[in-house]
């Protein structure tokens, strides 16, 4: 995969989201809120969530593209949340994590089926206000096989925006 530069761009935000950044090449990635089943996972894919947890309903979610799965950035996202926001990155498990999610996420025993297939949930409390800087979907830059699937952001409480 050729790696090309691309402008940060500032996304509107959700309830629990203060801004996103986006590095990568598909320019419709943007913050979406009140995640349920139904809505789309991905901005480029007509994958629905279906049987999502009760602790996501409601939240914000990062609505990439699923096509910027093998896309490598050191900076491909960056999240503002408040404090007390909790942050779910749900990760395909057919994939090696990356370090930069296990170094800023604790994992835990939940998970969540995107286009059939598990995904494993990470968890980060903001403790204060703060910008979370995501890497690359892959611990190996460029070894994503086209059908993994594109990790998704999901934020939740820290105060709801007016």
Same mark, same amino acid.
């Given at each position: ?18 801004? /996103?950044? @986006?590095?990568?090449? *598909?320019? /419709?990635?943007?913050?979406?809120? !009140?995640?349920? !089943?139904?809505?789309?996972? $991905?901005?480029? #894919?007509? $994958?629905?969530?279906?049987? *999502?947890?009760?602790?996501? %309903? ?26 007390? +926001?909790? %942050? @779910?990155? &749900? ?7 990356? &370090? ?11 998970? *969540?089926?995107? !286009?059939?297939?598990?995904?494993? #949930? *990470? ?10 800087? /995501? ?10 096989? +086209?059908?993994? !699937?594109?990790?998704?952001?999901? %934020? ?7």
């Amino acid at each position: 995969m050729t790696v090309t530069d691309a402008s940060t761009s500032i996304r509107a935000v959700g309830h629990f989201t203060d801004a /996103l950044a @986006y590095t990568g090449p *598909l320019q /419709l990635v943007h913050v979406e809120s !009140n995640a349920a !089943n139904g809505k789309n996972v $991905y901005c480029d #894919r007509d $994958y629905a969530f279906t049987g *999502l947890p009760e602790d996501l %309903v409601g939240a914000d979610w990062v609505q990439a593209g699923d096509s910027d799965g093998a896309y490598s950035a050191a900076d491909l996202m960056q999240v503002e949340v408040k404090a007390g +926001a909790v %942050v @779910y990155v &749900a990760h395909d498990r057919r994939l090696t994590a990356p &370090a930069w999610l296990m170094n800023q996420f604790k994992p835990t025993d939940l998970s *969540l089926t995107i !286009n059939g297939q598990p995904n494993g #949930r *990470l968890r980060a409390s903001a403790k204060s206000n703060e910008s979370l800087t /995501l890497g690359s979907n892959a611990a190996v830059s460029g070894l994503v096989p +086209a059908n993994m !699937n594109m990790y998704v952001v999901f %934020v939740k409480g820290g105060g709801q925006r007016e």
